[in-house]
């Protein structure tokens, strides 16, 4: 396993992350499929070995606990809305 190569991929994917954020909300389907699909390319690229899969589970984690922070947000300001 090329541990090094893996961080690498992982930190590339997180400078892509940013750039769709720029183009997309993280709330948003579009996102959330380019997430999902380039999340699964990496597992394969290391054939699936456990350690990258948690790696990539705890990146989509985080990703989603900053979207329901978000949309929690956007729910709440919207309660408030004509009260």
């Given at each position: ?45 290391y054939?699936?070995?456990?350690l ?6 705890a ?25």
């Amino acid at each position: 396993m090329d541990w090094e190569k893996f961080f690498k991929d992982v930190m590339n994917w997180m400078n892509a992350a940013n750039i769709m954020l720029k183009n997309y909300p993280i709330d948003s389907a579009e996102y959330w499929k380019w997430v999902i699909d380039t999340t699964g390319r990496i597992e394969k690229r290391y054939d699936g070995h456990p350690l990258v899969v948690g790696i990539m589970v705890a990146i989509i984690r985080y990703q989603d606990e900053i979207a329901q922070d978000m949309i929690a947000k956007k729910e709440s300001e919207n309660a408030g809305v004509g009260v």
